[in-house]
């Protein structure tokens, strides 16, 4: 250990422990010490095994997370702004027609059964 990275007493096993589930190419590293110290100070032994078992795990770089590519964003024009706006309102009278013609066929004229 070098001189400014300290351990304390009460932690060495622990650290020692959870330095032998370190892969051996980031053992001597001290950022990796650091954290490690930093893990096993925050949540204990468990939560500093987890986060060694979590370095040893492989990740790809990139990850598909959507089949079909993402529509792009729209420009902050006025006209573009107007036209959803637009297109809303027509969908929104739509189904109030709809909505409405369907109550409409549920009256009936009380003269009818006169």
Do not use: C, Y
């Amino acid at each position: 250990m070098s001189e400014s990275f300290h351990v304390p007493d009460d932690m060495i096993g622990a650290f020692n422990r959870l330095m032998n589930r370190i892969p051996p190419e980031l053992r001597e590293d001290e950022t990796i010490r650091g954290k490690a110290l930093s893990f096993l100070k925050l949540g204990g032994e468990p939560l500093a095994r987890q986060w060694a078992e979590t370095m040893k795990k492989s990740f790809p770089d990139a990850a598909t997370l959507f089949k079909r590519p993402v529509r792009e964003p729209q420009t902050d024009d006025a006209e573009s702004a107007d036209a959803a706006e637009t297109a809303e309102e027509e969908v929104v009278a739509e189904e109030d027609e709809a909505f409405a013609s369907e109550i409409d066929d549920d009256i009936v004229d009380p003269a009818e059964f006169d």
